[in-house]
Protein backbone atom coordinates (compact mmCIF):
# COMPACT_ATOMS: atom_id res chain seq x y z
CA UNK A 1 0.00 0.00 0.00
CA UNK A 2 2.69 2.82 0.94
CA UNK A 3 4.48 1.38 -2.13
CA UNK A 4 1.37 2.50 -4.55
CA UNK A 5 1.39 5.65 -2.76
CA UNK A 6 4.78 6.91 -3.93
CA UNK A 7 4.18 4.89 -7.71
CA UNK A 8 2.76 8.29 -9.18
CA UNK A 9 5.67 10.23 -8.37
CA UNK A 10 8.49 7.71 -9.40
CA UNK A 11 8.25 9.30 -13.42
CA UNK A 12 9.00 12.57 -12.46
CA UNK A 13 11.67 11.60 -9.98
CA UNK A 14 13.26 9.63 -12.78
CA UNK A 15 13.25 12.37 -15.42
CA UNK A 16 14.35 14.90 -12.86
CA UNK A 17 17.34 12.34 -12.20
CA UNK A 18 17.57 11.86 -15.66
CA UNK A 19 18.15 15.52 -16.57
CA UNK A 20 20.85 16.03 -13.42
CA UNK A 21 22.66 13.20 -14.81
CA UNK A 22 22.89 14.72 -18.08
CA UNK A 23 23.81 17.91 -16.83
CA UNK A 24 26.70 16.42 -14.70
CA UNK A 25 27.94 15.04 -18.00
CA UNK A 26 27.63 17.49 -19.95
CA UNK A 27 29.48 20.14 -17.41
CA UNK A 28 32.53 17.36 -16.81
CA UNK A 29 32.95 17.15 -21.24
CA UNK A 30 32.78 20.89 -21.86
CA UNK A 31 34.90 22.14 -19.10
CA UNK A 32 33.02 25.55 -19.59
CA UNK A 33 32.43 28.65 -16.54
CA UNK A 34 29.33 28.97 -18.52
CA UNK A 35 27.51 25.20 -17.18
CA UNK A 36 28.75 24.59 -13.77
CA UNK A 37 27.80 21.29 -12.65
CA UNK A 38 24.09 20.55 -10.76
CA UNK A 39 26.32 19.56 -7.68
CA UNK A 40 27.70 23.33 -7.55
CA UNK A 41 24.29 25.18 -8.70
CA UNK A 42 21.96 23.11 -6.31
CA UNK A 43 23.64 24.71 -3.07
CA UNK A 44 22.93 27.87 -4.91
CA UNK A 45 18.93 27.32 -3.96
CA UNK A 46 19.09 27.70 -0.48
CA UNK A 47 20.61 30.77 -0.16
CA UNK A 48 18.13 32.67 -3.18
CA UNK A 49 15.19 31.00 -1.01
CA UNK A 50 16.89 32.13 2.05
CA UNK A 51 17.50 36.02 0.97
CA UNK A 52 14.72 38.62 1.75
CA UNK A 53 15.69 40.32 -1.83
CA UNK A 54 15.30 37.22 -3.85
CA UNK A 55 11.85 36.14 -1.71
CA UNK A 56 10.76 39.73 -2.54
CA UNK A 57 11.58 39.38 -6.15
CA UNK A 58 9.72 35.79 -6.20
CA UNK A 59 6.69 36.95 -4.44
CA UNK A 60 6.75 40.00 -6.66
CA UNK A 61 7.15 37.97 -9.58
CA UNK A 62 4.01 35.84 -9.01
CA UNK A 63 1.91 38.69 -7.63
CA UNK A 64 2.41 39.89 -11.97
CA UNK A 65 1.71 36.54 -12.71
CA UNK A 66 -1.14 36.06 -10.55
CA UNK A 67 -2.99 39.50 -11.79
CA UNK A 68 -2.12 39.00 -15.32
CA UNK A 69 -3.65 35.37 -15.14
CA UNK A 70 -7.30 36.63 -13.53
CA UNK A 71 -7.17 39.98 -15.58
CA UNK A 72 -7.31 37.34 -18.91
CA UNK A 73 -9.66 34.75 -17.08
CA UNK A 74 -12.00 37.58 -16.98
CA UNK A 75 -12.21 38.74 -20.55
CA UNK A 76 -10.92 35.51 -22.90
CA UNK A 77 -13.65 32.88 -21.14
CA UNK A 78 -16.42 35.23 -21.78
CA UNK A 79 -15.24 36.00 -25.25
CA UNK A 80 -14.98 32.60 -25.79
CA UNK A 81 -18.02 31.50 -24.88
CA UNK A 82 -19.45 33.95 -26.84
CA UNK A 83 -17.83 33.10 -29.94
CA UNK A 84 -18.67 29.44 -29.83
CA UNK A 85 -22.37 30.61 -29.50
CA UNK A 86 -22.69 33.05 -31.55
CA UNK A 87 -21.78 33.38 -35.66
CA UNK A 88 -21.59 37.15 -35.39
CA UNK A 89 -19.13 37.10 -32.59
CA UNK A 90 -16.94 34.15 -34.34
CA UNK A 91 -16.59 36.20 -37.36
CA UNK A 92 -15.75 39.36 -35.49
CA UNK A 93 -13.00 38.09 -33.24
CA UNK A 94 -11.30 34.88 -35.50
CA UNK A 95 -9.56 37.69 -38.07
CA UNK A 96 -8.31 39.48 -35.05
CA UNK A 97 -6.99 36.59 -33.14
CA UNK A 98 -5.34 34.76 -36.46
CA UNK A 99 -3.61 38.16 -36.62
CA UNK A 100 -2.64 38.72 -33.05
CA UNK A 101 -1.79 34.21 -32.88
CA UNK A 102 1.92 34.12 -33.91
CA UNK A 103 3.23 37.22 -32.61
CA UNK A 104 5.37 36.54 -30.16
CA UNK A 105 4.53 37.98 -26.85
CA UNK A 106 8.07 39.23 -25.94
CA UNK A 107 8.82 40.77 -29.42
CA UNK A 108 6.01 43.69 -28.48
CA UNK A 109 7.61 44.31 -25.25
CA UNK A 110 9.48 47.15 -26.54
CA UNK A 111 6.67 48.65 -27.60
CA UNK A 112 4.39 48.20 -24.25
CA UNK A 113 7.60 49.83 -22.91
CA UNK A 114 6.78 52.98 -24.77
CA UNK A 115 3.09 53.53 -23.82
CA UNK A 116 3.59 52.44 -20.56
CA UNK A 117 6.96 52.65 -18.81
CA UNK A 118 9.14 49.51 -17.03
CA UNK A 119 6.94 49.07 -14.26
CA UNK A 120 4.12 46.67 -13.69
CA UNK A 121 1.93 47.76 -16.50
CA UNK A 122 4.09 46.87 -19.29
CA UNK A 123 4.57 43.58 -17.83
CA UNK A 124 1.01 42.53 -16.58
CA UNK A 125 -0.14 43.28 -20.62
CA UNK A 126 2.26 41.07 -21.70
CA UNK A 127 1.69 38.37 -19.31
CA UNK A 128 -2.11 39.14 -20.02
CA UNK A 129 -1.52 38.82 -23.81
CA UNK A 130 0.46 35.46 -23.56
CA UNK A 131 -2.22 33.93 -21.58
CA UNK A 132 -5.71 34.96 -23.35
CA UNK A 133 -5.38 33.28 -26.45
CA UNK A 134 -5.27 29.58 -25.12
CA UNK A 135 -8.18 30.46 -23.03
CA UNK A 136 -10.28 31.85 -25.71
CA UNK A 137 -9.75 28.91 -27.86
CA UNK A 138 -10.39 25.85 -25.18
CA UNK A 139 -13.34 28.81 -24.39
CA UNK A 140 -14.48 28.11 -27.54
CA UNK A 141 -14.27 24.64 -27.82
CA UNK A 142 -15.81 23.89 -24.72
CA UNK A 143 -18.86 26.27 -25.88
CA UNK A 144 -19.20 24.84 -29.13
CA UNK A 145 -19.46 20.97 -27.59
CA UNK A 146 -22.41 21.80 -25.25
CA UNK A 147 -25.95 19.48 -26.65
CA UNK A 148 -28.07 22.24 -28.30
CA UNK A 149 -31.07 20.28 -26.68
CA UNK A 150 -30.23 21.52 -23.39
CA UNK A 151 -30.26 25.33 -25.19
CA UNK A 152 -33.53 24.89 -26.72
CA UNK A 153 -34.66 23.20 -23.31
CA UNK A 154 -33.40 26.51 -21.57
CA UNK A 155 -34.85 28.59 -24.15
CA UNK A 156 -38.27 26.98 -24.16
CA UNK A 157 -37.88 27.71 -20.78
CA UNK A 158 -38.15 31.42 -21.07
CA UNK A 159 -33.98 31.77 -20.26
CA UNK A 160 -32.45 34.63 -21.93
CA UNK A 161 -29.36 34.39 -23.92
CA UNK A 162 -26.89 35.60 -21.12
CA UNK A 163 -28.53 33.27 -18.57
CA UNK A 164 -28.01 30.59 -21.15
CA UNK A 165 -24.25 31.23 -21.26
CA UNK A 166 -23.90 31.50 -17.56
CA UNK A 167 -26.03 28.63 -16.36
CA UNK A 168 -25.79 25.85 -18.89
CA UNK A 169 -22.83 26.32 -21.30
CA UNK A 170 -20.51 27.95 -19.06
CA UNK A 171 -21.16 24.74 -16.20
CA UNK A 172 -20.77 22.52 -19.50
CA UNK A 173 -17.52 23.96 -20.73
CA UNK A 174 -15.87 24.21 -17.39
CA UNK A 175 -13.46 21.07 -18.12
CA UNK A 176 -12.26 22.48 -21.38
CA UNK A 177 -11.79 25.79 -19.83
CA UNK A 178 -9.91 24.17 -16.97
CA UNK A 179 -7.43 22.79 -19.64
CA UNK A 180 -6.91 26.13 -20.82
CA UNK A 181 -6.05 27.51 -17.87
CA UNK A 182 -3.38 24.74 -17.01
CA UNK A 183 -2.02 26.42 -20.25
CA UNK A 184 -2.68 29.84 -19.10
CA UNK A 185 -0.36 29.01 -16.15
CA UNK A 186 2.60 27.42 -18.19
CA UNK A 187 2.82 30.72 -21.22
CA UNK A 188 2.15 32.85 -17.59
CA UNK A 189 5.05 31.81 -15.98
CA UNK A 190 7.19 31.91 -19.08
CA UNK A 191 5.67 35.37 -20.03
CA UNK A 192 6.64 36.57 -16.80
CA UNK A 193 9.76 35.25 -16.79
CA UNK A 194 10.50 36.97 -20.29
CA UNK A 195 8.75 40.02 -20.02
CA UNK A 196 11.04 40.74 -16.56
CA UNK A 197 14.08 40.15 -18.48
CA UNK A 198 13.25 42.65 -21.04
CA UNK A 199 12.18 45.43 -18.49
CA UNK A 200 14.46 44.53 -15.62
CA UNK A 201 13.43 46.27 -11.90
CA UNK A 202 12.55 43.61 -9.91
CA UNK A 203 11.54 39.95 -10.00
CA UNK A 204 12.66 36.49 -11.07
CA UNK A 205 13.88 37.87 -14.53
CA UNK A 206 16.01 40.37 -13.31
CA UNK A 207 17.23 38.05 -11.02
CA UNK A 208 18.41 36.01 -13.83
CA UNK A 209 19.84 38.95 -16.31
CA UNK A 210 21.32 40.20 -13.29
CA UNK A 211 23.50 37.03 -12.40
CA UNK A 212 24.63 36.32 -16.20
CA UNK A 213 25.92 39.67 -16.77
CA UNK A 214 28.17 39.44 -13.38
CA UNK A 215 28.87 35.94 -14.59
CA UNK A 216 27.39 34.34 -11.16
CA UNK A 217 26.44 31.01 -12.93
CA UNK A 218 25.86 29.26 -10.46
CA UNK A 219 23.17 31.17 -9.40
CA UNK A 220 21.39 31.86 -12.95
CA UNK A 221 21.01 27.64 -13.45
CA UNK A 222 19.88 27.94 -9.48
CA UNK A 223 17.21 30.31 -10.72
CA UNK A 224 16.43 28.12 -13.98
CA UNK A 225 15.73 25.30 -11.31
CA UNK A 226 13.66 27.20 -8.96
CA UNK A 227 11.74 28.24 -11.75
CA UNK A 228 11.49 24.93 -13.43
CA UNK A 229 10.24 24.01 -9.79
CA UNK A 230 6.96 26.69 -9.66
CA UNK A 231 6.43 25.75 -12.84
CA UNK A 232 5.80 21.84 -11.44
CA UNK A 233 4.24 22.71 -8.04
CA UNK A 234 1.47 25.25 -9.89
CA UNK A 235 0.71 22.78 -12.39
CA UNK A 236 0.35 19.64 -9.37
CA UNK A 237 -1.68 22.66 -7.33
CA UNK A 238 -4.11 23.21 -9.93
CA UNK A 239 -4.67 19.58 -10.87
CA UNK A 240 -5.52 19.49 -7.69
CA UNK A 241 -7.79 21.83 -8.00
CA UNK A 242 -9.44 20.47 -11.26
CA UNK A 243 -10.19 17.49 -9.74
CA UNK A 244 -11.90 19.08 -7.10
CA UNK A 245 -13.92 21.06 -9.47
CA UNK A 246 -14.44 18.69 -12.34
CA UNK A 247 -13.54 15.38 -11.55
CA UNK A 248 -16.34 13.61 -13.11
CA UNK A 249 -14.58 14.42 -16.27
CA UNK A 250 -11.69 13.17 -18.27
CA UNK A 251 -8.25 14.21 -17.08
CA UNK A 252 -6.58 16.87 -18.28
CA UNK A 253 -4.83 16.85 -21.60
CA UNK A 254 -3.13 20.35 -22.13
CA UNK A 255 -1.36 21.55 -25.09
CA UNK A 256 0.78 24.43 -25.48
CA UNK A 257 -1.21 26.70 -27.63
CA UNK A 258 0.48 30.52 -28.54
CA UNK A 259 3.48 32.09 -28.90
CA UNK A 260 5.56 33.83 -26.11
Known sequence: MVLRRFLPALPPLLAFAGILAIWELLSLYFGLDGLPP?????????????????????????????????????????VGLWMGRSRFAA????????????????????????????????????IFLGVTLPLIYHSYQGSRAVEEKLLWS?????????????RIVLPAALPE?????RTALVLGLITMVTSEMIARQTGIGNLVF????MGIYDTVY???VIIGALGFILDVL????RGWLVGWAEPAQSIIVGST
Open 154 to 166: AAAMGMQPPARLA
Open 210 to 213: QSLE
Open 222 to 224: AMI
Open 177 to 181: ILVGC
Open 91 to 126: AFFNPLLSVIYPVPKAALMPIIMLWLGVGDASKILV
Open 238 to 241: FERL
Open 38 to 78: PSVALRQVPVILTDPQSLFDIVDSLRRMAIGIVLALVFAIP
